[in-house]
């Protein structure tokens, strides 16, 4: 699957209409980060953090949610792939964040449960769940299309995004499995290997 770069022609805060995240005590963060979308999050340990808490390392982003039999295992195993094909010293530069879209059913037990079944590294890997209302806005920043269906299932995009450590969109991939895509992972390991650029002020 091709990789793609994104650009966000104005600042995320005004397209969702969404409060800007605390600036960090370094710099403001760039207009064109999604870490401008201001939204809390749970994670698999019941612990609080805004999407803004994972500036500073380069992350993977995708959606998901627990009660998903085939796709979201496949999206979880593709990640797996991703770090695999990743140095020792590289993996521990990087971040993966899968966020769910179906927070009125998967909360911190169910998504602690996910964590524990798939043997996730929790120094990489994080779980989490938004408040029901957040979930469109966070799923249009990442431009992850889903429906929800009649039996409570969801048809939905399978992707990762690339994010840069300030929040900005590098690439993506829909292309899911055990082997995975050559250009995300060589845009991957490009993101690891730059240094965190300072936005101008």
């Not at 805060?13 to 969404?18: I, V």
């Not at 994972?54 to 770090?83: H, N």
């Not at 449960?113 to 806005?137: E, G, H, I, Q």
């Not at 995004?161 to 900005?168: H, I």
Request: aromatic letters at 6%; proline letters at 8%; glycine letters at 4%.
């Amino acid at each position: 699957m091709k990789t793609f770069l994104l650009a966000l022609a104005v600042p995320l805060a005004l397209a969702f209409g969404m409060a800007q995240a605390a600036p960090s005590k370094a710099a403001p963060l760039p207009s064109d980060s999604i870490y401008q979308l201001n939204v809390p999050l749970v994670d698999q340990q019941g612990r609080k953090l805004r999407l803004a808490d994972k500036r500073g390392k380069v992350q993977l982003v995708s959606m998901f949610y627990t009660s998903c039999k085939f796709i979201c295992p496949l999206i979880i195993d593709s990640g797996k792939a991703i770090e695999r094909s990743l140095t020792p010293a590289e993996q521990q530069k990087l971040g993966l964040l899968m966020i769910s879209m179906d927070p009125q059913r998967d909360d911190p037990a169910k998504l602690a449960s996910m964590f524990a079944k798939r043997k996730l590294d929790p120094a990489r890997w994080t779980l989490a769940s938004p408040a029901p209302a957040d979930v469109r806005a966070i799923a249009g920043v990442l431009d992850i299309r889903y429906r929800q269906l009649e039996d409570g299932e969801f048809n939905h995009t399978s992707v990762w995004v690339l994010l840069d450590a300030n929040g900005r969109i590098l690439a993506r991939t829909e292309q899911m499995g055990s082997r995975p895509d050559p250009e995300f992972v060589a845009a991957v390991r490009k993101a690891l290997a730059t240094p965190a650029a300072k936005p101008k002020r």
